[in-house]
């Protein structure tokens, strides 16, 4: 089967513009993640899908940051507009439902300027 | 949160067994061990979980204390390959469905050759 796959796989922007970073989880999970790590700190996670809803948003760090997962399959992660700070590897990561193993991609590399 | 303790690192020649530990004493009766993995420029990659008992898979066997306030990781023959971070996690339930990674600063595993 396909992984998740994660798109783009590097973002460089300027602070204040826009960036969108789009990922696509395992056909068929209803759980999908989004986690990210900064420069020289821990993978710390952002939130939670169940299908189209947001499950738990308590890592979304300001409301510059905005996910989606319309429709319940592909999710996009849109930070506007981006500051210094905001620079890292953002994850995704889908699994089953249940206590079934997180799938995760290969990470966008946000790079913020 | 609860929590893990990992060394920062450990070093392990090719061919031999490597064992990492985990220390979890705050763990609840409800919390699942589960480990995984990072190799570099890749995304977190699930190894092996257990609740009480000991568990094989292809990949690694997990040992869980009786108490299960700690646990090992055991790589029967570690390659090159098996180089990476690699991360203890309780896997907090609550509400029967909702569930996240905590990730810490894991254990860099160095394999020489």
């Known amino acids: 089967e396909a992984g998740v796959t994660q798109f783009p796989s590097h973002s460089v922007i300027e602070k204040g513009q826009t960036v969108t970073l789009r990922c696509d989880p395992i056909?068929?999970?209803?759980?999908l993640y989004w986690y990210r790590r900064v420069m020289g700190k821990e993978i710390k996670f952002l939130l939670h899908f169940v299908k189209e809803s947001k499950q738990d948003e308590s890592g979304m760090p300001n409301n510059r940051f905005l996910a989606e997962r319309t429709g319940g399959t592909y999710s996009t992660l849109k930070v506007q507009p981006a500051e210094l700070e905001d620079s890292g590897v953002y994850f995704c990561?889908?699994?089953?439902?249940?206590?079934?193993?997180?799938?995760f991609g290969n990470g966008t590399r946000l790079t913020v300027t | 949160d609860a929590k893990t303790t990992q060394p920062n690192s450990m070093e392990s020649n090719e061919e031999e067994p490597v064992h990492l530990p985990c220390n979890h004493s705050t763990i609840s009766g409800t919390d699942y061990i589960h480990w995984y993995r990072q190799l570099p420029s890749q995304g977190p990659e699930y190894v092996i979980h257990?609740?009480?008992s000991n568990v094989n898979n292809r990949m690694a066997s997990l040992a869980i204390a009786e108490d299960r306030k700690s646990s090992t990781l055991i790589l029967h023959r570690a390659t090159l390959r098996d180089a990476a971070v690699y991360y203890c996690?309780?896997?907090?339930?609550?509400?029967?469905?909702?569930?996240?990674?905590?990730f810490g600063k894991g254990t860099l595993l160095t394999v020489n050759p």
């Open positions: 996690i309780l896997r907090e339930v609550w509400g029967g469905s909702n569930y996240k990674l905590t």
């Open positions: 257990g609740l009480t």
């Open positions: 056909s068929g999970h209803d759980n």
């Open positions: 990561a889908s699994s089953a439902r249940g206590i079934s193993p997180l799938h």
